[in-house]
C-alpha cells in the first residue's frame, strides 16, 4: 500500500511557474510509475504527464508538452511536477498517482492504483 502527499500548490500569475511534489511511503517507490492528472469540477480527471520507474523516460499530454517537466528522485521517494509558462486553463487539482503494472506512457486514470489527495493550482492575474 502506498500513501502520496502532494504539496507546492498555488496561486500564480499567467506565465509564471511552479514546482510541485509528492511525496510516497508505505511500499517500494522505484517499482512504480508515477503519474500525475488534473481535475476541474465537472470534469473528468486529465492525464497531465507520467514518469518510468527509474525515471529515464517521460510522457506528456499534448496541453503541457513542452511546458511541463516530470522527474523523480527514487532515493527520496518524490515524484516532482515543474510547471512553467502557467496559463489560466491549466488551473485544476493537481494529483500524483502511482502504477503497479503500467508502463511510463500510461495516460488512464484506471492504470493507477494509487492517488493523493491533490493540492489546488490557481492560475490568474
Known amino acids: 500500500q502506498v500513501q502520496l502527499v502532494e504539496s507546492g500548490g498555488g496561486l500564480v500569475q499567467p506565465g509564471g511557474s511552479l514546482r510541485l511534489s509528492c511525496t510516497a511511503s508505505?511500499?517500494?517507490?522505484?517499482?512504480?510509475?508515477m503519474g500525475w492528472f488534473r481535475q476541474t469540477p465537472g470534469k473528468e480527471r486529465e492525464f497531465v504527464g507520467s514518469?518510468?520507474?527509474?525515471?529515464?523516460?517521460?510522457y506528456y499530454a499534448t496541453s503541457v508538452n513542452g511546458r511541463f517537466t516530470i522527474s523523480r528522485d527514487n532515493a527520496q521517494n518524490m515524484s516532482y511536477l515543474q510547471m512553467n509558462n502557467l496559463k489560466p486553463e491549466d488551473s485544476a487539482v493537481y494529483l500524483c498517482?502511482?502504477?503497479?503494472?503500467?508502463?511510463?506512457?500510461?495516460?488512464?486514470?484506471?492504470?493507477?492504483?494509487?492517488w493523493g489527495q491533490g493540492t489546488q493550482v490557481t492560475v490568474s492575474s
Open positions: 508505505g511500499g517500494t517507490f522505484s517499482e512504480y510509475v
Open positions: 514518469i518510468s520507474r527509474i525515471g529515464d523516460n517521460t
Open positions: 498517482a502511482a502504477s503497479a503494472r503500467g508502463g511510463y506512457y500510461s495516460n488512464s486514470r484506471y492504470n493507477y492504483n494509487f
